[in-house]
């Protein structure tokens, strides 16, 4: 299979920004996705970016796209406590796979 | 956005027993149906593909006698692990798709841990 990398752990003060980055290895991507687990919950939808965009914005969360480089990144600014969790990105393929990287823990220092 | 229920939430069971894991879309129809598993500290893995009305589609290396998976409705899906052993415990988790996004828009189930004796 394909794979989907990103760094493990993850630590910001409150108020700063956190950029989460991804790397994928996978030329046939159509979607790349952004998900957030909380302790014990299940994975919640923050934001998608189609692969012909470079970037997209949603309120505090920007995602950025290098297609050339396969480097997704995930920026959310003035962090908050609440946005301490387990995010994961993710990409679809042309063949309708699924991948999802490893989730890097965000830890929100107050 | 759309609402994905899974149940139950949490099961602990003796080995050799089954469970089954239901998977539900409460306010939309969902003609695929996917199926993880979650290891600690590692990423989500794909088990199957869950169509409504016909087989399901597993990933390779997943067991279709070990984790039966059922789509008889439109918002219904069920896996059942039978004969659970120890390697079984995990964190399994339910996705569906909306609309004619389907299989791009993925919204996930809240996930059951089950932990196998």
């Known amino acids: 299979g394909e794979d989907v990398e990103q760094s493990l752990f993850l630590s910001v003060r409150e108020g700063d920004s956190s950029v989460i980055n991804c790397t994928y290895t996978?030329?046939?991507?159509?979607?790349l996705y952004w998900y957030k687990q909380e302790p014990g919950a299940g994975l919640q939808l923050l934001t998608y970016?189609?692969?012909?965009?470079d970037m997209k914005q949603d309120q505090r969360l920007t995602v950025l796209l290098n297609k050339k480089d396969k480097h997704l990144s995930l920026r959310i600014a003035d962090t908050q406590t609440g946005d301490s969790a387990i995010y994961f990105c993710?990409?679809?393929?042309?063949?309708?796979?699924?991948?999802f990287g490893t989730g890097t823990s965000l830890t929100v220092i107050p | 956005g759309a609402v994905v229920s899974q149940h139950p939430s949490r099961v602990i069971c003796k080995s050799g027993t089954s469970v089954k894991i239901e998977c539900r879309s409460l306010?939309?129809?969902?003609?695929?149906m996917f199926w993880y598993r979650q290891f600690p500290k590692k990423s989500l893995m794909l088990m199957a593909t869950?169509?409504?009305?016909?087989?399901?589609?597993?990933e390779q290396g997943v067991e279709k006698d070990k984790f039966l998976i059922n789509h008889a409705s439109l918002t219904l899906s069920t896996l059942t692990v039978t004969s659970a052993h120890p390697e079984d415990s995990s964190f399994y988790i339910c996705?569906?798709?909306?609309?004619?996004?389907?299989?791009?828009?993925?919204?996930f189930g809240a996930g059951t841990r089950l932990s196998v004796l």
């Open positions: 306010d939309f129809q969902a003609t695929t």
């Open positions: 970016i189609f692969s012909n965009m």
């Open positions: 869950s169509n409504e009305g016909s087989k399901a589609t597993y």
């Open positions: 996705s569906a798709g909306e609309g004619p996004l389907a299989k791009n828009i993925q919204y």
């Open positions: 993710a990409e679809l393929n042309t063949g309708n796979q699924f991948y």
């Open positions: 996978d030329s046939s991507s159509t979607y």
